[in-house]
């Protein structure tokens, strides 16, 4: 449904009023796997919350904050059966054997060491992106995953839905040839993040834009031209004026090599911002959330690859015929439903991974590395250099 009629009974059954699960293929045997969050987190209640609601195989069961009486509002507002605060209550929340899948929607620098102890605690982890603060982090922790035969997926969300996998399967048809050049950006209006106090402006927390939003534009472009960068050609960043190791927005310009012998290396200008000044330093602007493709023989762009369940499109122009446009809300032939948001298909591969099914969609540890390494690589070429790497040490059993 692409009607404005469409757009608001998806965003209603997305985030307001998800339908409740009915059929599941074995949830009159099995308990639900029990969900924990470290953290009563902004971005937990639609990157979590809500998917959870209408999962049949999961129940909300745990939240712990720093602040006990933080967990108690949180867990009752979103129908947690229990709750865990104060200095030890992300331990606390650990050491709950009834507790399955932990969520971690901490800052990203503390990533690590909550993921390396829910890991150590034996639970399947849900991590937010960035993965870490530096590909050793990512990679530390994939390590810990597979020694314990638990389930690690950095919740790199955009990817699950079709409308990106639309995208790459247009390019990866050949229709318009050979891809030459990839562009991506995500860029938000001043005033939506960044106040002082915000971990995004926190360098010790893994801080900046590229970390934040830029982490999107580089695994997008990435994803669509399946392969890594063979070079950084330039990082240029927009430094915060309280703290110069923090970048408001970067724009990046990469460069990578061919996947068929013979042809051009394949160029990409990824850019990232929180703080798009207003128009004429008075209207608002748009968020900028944009993919363009430039093939031989045409172009392909969309609009919206990190929410696109409210609204997304896809536009391709084959060079010499008409344009046309495209939406992907649903797999042909596959799980979800059009109200799914980014973040209810990411639960219900995690889940199938955890159930030993295999997901539509996955995030493999080496794409995590080497998202982390070249976001550490474009910082290091932008003069702010890689976000500290956490000091903690798992204590060996
Ligand atoms: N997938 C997505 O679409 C999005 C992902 N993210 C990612 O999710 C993570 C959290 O982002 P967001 O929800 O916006 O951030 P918030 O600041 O809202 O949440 C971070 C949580 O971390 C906890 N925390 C623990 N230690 C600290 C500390 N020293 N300082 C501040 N907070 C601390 C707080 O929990 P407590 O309740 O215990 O106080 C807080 O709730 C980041 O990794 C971010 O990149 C963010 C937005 C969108
Ligand atoms: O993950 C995210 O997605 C959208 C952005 O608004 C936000 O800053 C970021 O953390």
């Not at 200008?269 to 207003?278: G, L, Y």
């Amino acid at each position: 449904m692409s009607s404005v009629f469409g757009v608001f009974w998806r965003v209603y059954a997305a985030f307001i009023s998800p339908p409740r699960p009915d059929n599941v293929e074995d949830n009159d045997t099995l308990p639900p796997l029990k969900i924990g969050i470290l953290g009563a987190a902004a971005i937990a209640p639609p990157a979590l919350v809500l998917p959870a609601k209408s999962h049949p195989e999961v129940e909300l069961y745990a939240v712990a904050a720093r602040d006990i009486s933080r967990a108690e509002k949180f867990a009752k507002k979103h129908g947690f059966k229990k709750w865990y605060g104060g200095k030890d209550g992300y331990q606390d929340l650990l050491d709950d054997q009834e507790i399955d899948i932990v969520y971690n929607p901490l800052p990203n620098g503390l990533h690590y060491e909550w993921t390396m102890k829910a890991l150590a605690a034996g639970k399947h982890v849900l991590l937010e992106k960035p993965s870490g603060n530096t590909a050793e982090e990512t990679r530390r922790m994939f390590s810990l995953a597979d020694q314990k035969g638990l389930v690690l997926l950095e919740a790199f969300h955009y990817k699950f839905h079709p409308a990106i996998q639309r995208v790459r399967a247009i390019i990866d048809s050949g229709e318009l040839g050979a891809i030459k050049e990839v562009n991506a950006t995500l860029a938000l209006p001043k005033g939506m993040l960044g106040n002082d106090d915000d971990i995004r402006m926190n360098y010790d927390l893994g801080g900046g834009a590229m970390m934040d939003c830029g982490c999107y534009t580089l695994s997008c472009v990435r994803y669509l031209i399946s392969n890594n960068p063979s070079a950084v050609i330039s990082a240029t960043a927009m430094r915060y004026s309280k703290d110069p190791r923090i970048d408001t927005g970067t724009t990046a310009n990469l460069t990578f090599a061919s996947l068929k012998p013979g042809e051009e290396p394949v160029r990409s200008i990824i850019k990232c911002d929180f703080a798009i000044p207003p128009r004429w330093g008075l209207i608002p602007r748009w968020p900028d959330l944009s993919v363009r493709a430039v093939c031989e023989r045409g172009s392909i762009e969309i609009f919206n690859y990190v929410m696109p369940v409210i609204y997304h499109s896809i536009t391709v122009r084959p060079d010499g015929k008409v344009p046309r446009t495209e939406k992907a809300y649903t797999f042909e032939g596959g799980k979800g439903e059009e109200w799914w948001t980014t973040y209810r298909y990411q639960l219900e591969a995690f889940v199938d991974k955890v159930k030993g099914r295999t997901p539509q969609t996955w995030v493999n540890p080496e794409d995590s590395i080497a998202n982390m390494e070249w976001i550490e690589k474009i910082y290091e070429e932008s003069g702010l250099g890689s976000r500290p790497q956490s000091t903690y040490v798992l204590p060996t059993a």
